[in-house]
């Protein structure tokens, strides 16, 4: 039997937590040894990470398990991305090395795509905590009542992304029809350079297929002081630049325009000021630069929503 799912984990000075991570997936896929592939891509990391792969892959002999290791960091995109693009059967499930996945995942995961091998996209439904204060801020991110294959998965991404642009974004809720992300990734290849490229990567498969969304939640996302939150150059581009760039970009491959332009409308109505204003203080070229090309793009929705039949360009 040909194996139908990768599940692909990419990492970087994260030894112990890659660990953790391999050891629950070697229980997790006890009977489905079969059917999957496993690929660790290691963006060049400094400490033990490669000493923690090279135990796995010997303790999981009996699973197809690949080890990649960049010859140098090339930023966690690009890192995600080799993942995509070394997959190589018909399903690609990422997982984070620090995200907290339900045992029952791989046998649901495995259970919908041999019943639904048409779909472009499976979202595994997941909870939200706030590390911090350990308080759970969403017991369900996407509000499903009715669990069903959606064969019009444009609509769906649209609703979900609508509602909660975060929950889109997660790695680990995503499984993906392989050859239709690889597509993704060689229609837009700037997006490898965008931290928030995961929501145009399911923007384009849900735009190509069918979508299913668990009503029963498979993962734990947490919220804490993330990597961009430390780097405040970082936050400043995904607030302004990465995020407003797709959704501008989503009307390229099918979503309506003036669904795109309320989403770049809503998403300045609704911005964090305080990010422009402090970034403003400590950088002011930087963020000036950064500040016009985004206004650019609310000016050009806001012309899309006064005259919808006139063309307007997107300058981002």
Same mark, same amino acid.
């Given at each position: 039997?040909?194996?139908l799912?990768?599940?692909a984990i990419?990492t ?7 660990d953790?991570?391999?050891?629950w997936?070697?229980?997790?896929i006890?009977?489905f040894?079969s059917?999957c ?10 400490d ?7 135990k ?7 699973v197809?398990f690949a080890?990649?290791k960049? #010859?140098?960091?090339?930023?966690v ?11 190589d ?14 045992d ?7 259970q ?7 779909l472009s ?7 939200c905590r706030y ?13 499903i ?9 444009k609509a ?8 909660n642009h975060?929950g ?16 993704a990734?060689?229609n837009?290849?700037p ?7 995961q929501?145009y ?6 735009a190509r297929?069918?979508?299913?969304? #668990? ?10 002081l993330s990597y961009?939150?430390?780097e405040?150059k970082?936050?400043?581009r995904?607030?302004?630049?990465d995020?407003?760039s ?5 009307e390229e491959?099918?979503?309506p325009?003036?669904y795109? #332009? ?8 609704t911005n ?13 070229l ?6 016009i ?13 006064i ?7 997107n300058?981002?």
């Amino acid at each position: 039997m040909s194996e139908l799912l990768t599940i692909a984990i990419p990492t970087y000075n994260r030894a112990a937590l890659l660990d953790k991570q391999l050891a629950w997936l070697a229980k997790a896929i006890k009977g489905f040894e079969s059917e999957c592939k496993i690929l660790v891509s290691d963006n060049c990391s400094t400490d033990n990470t490669q000493e923690i792969i090279q135990k796995w892959q010997n303790i999981l002999h009996e699973v197809s398990f690949a080890n990649n290791k960049n #010859s140098e960091n090339i930023g966690v995109m690009r890192n995600v991305a080799y993942c995509i693009e070394a997959a190589d059967t018909n399903f690609l499930w990422m997982i984070g090395d620090d995200d907290k996945v339900e045992d029952k995942a791989v046998p649901y995961v495995f259970q919908n795509l041999h019943e639904h091998p048409e779909l472009s996209l499976l979202t595994l439904n997941f909870s939200c905590r706030y590390e911090p204060t350990n308080e759970i801020l969403y017991e369900r991110v996407f509000n499903i009542e009715n669990e069903e294959v959606n064969p019009d998965g444009k609509a769906v991404f649209q609703r979900c992304l609508k509602e909660n642009h975060s929950g889109i974004g997660f790695l680990t809720a995503q499984v993906y029809r392989t050859e239709i992300v690889q597509k993704a990734i060689r229609n837009w290849e700037p997006c490898l350079n965008n931290l928030e490229g995961q929501v145009y990567w399911v923007g384009y498969c849900a735009a190509r297929g069918s979508v299913k969304i #668990s009503k029963e939640t498979y993962v734990e996302s947490v919220f804490g002081l993330s990597y961009w939150m430390r780097e405040p150059k970082i936050l400043l581009r995904m607030q302004y630049i990465d995020l407003p760039s797709i959704y501008a970009k989503l009307e390229e491959i099918g979503y309506p325009k003036k669904y795109c #332009s309320d989403l770049i409308l809503n998403h300045f109505r609704t911005n964090n000021w305080k990010v422009f204003f402090g970034s403003l203080r400590r950088w002011p070229l930087l963020t000036i630069n950064t500040i016009i090309p985004y206004l650019n793009l609310v000016r050009a929705s806001v012309l899309q929503i006064i005259f919808p039949r006139q063309t307007t360009e997107n300058t981002l």
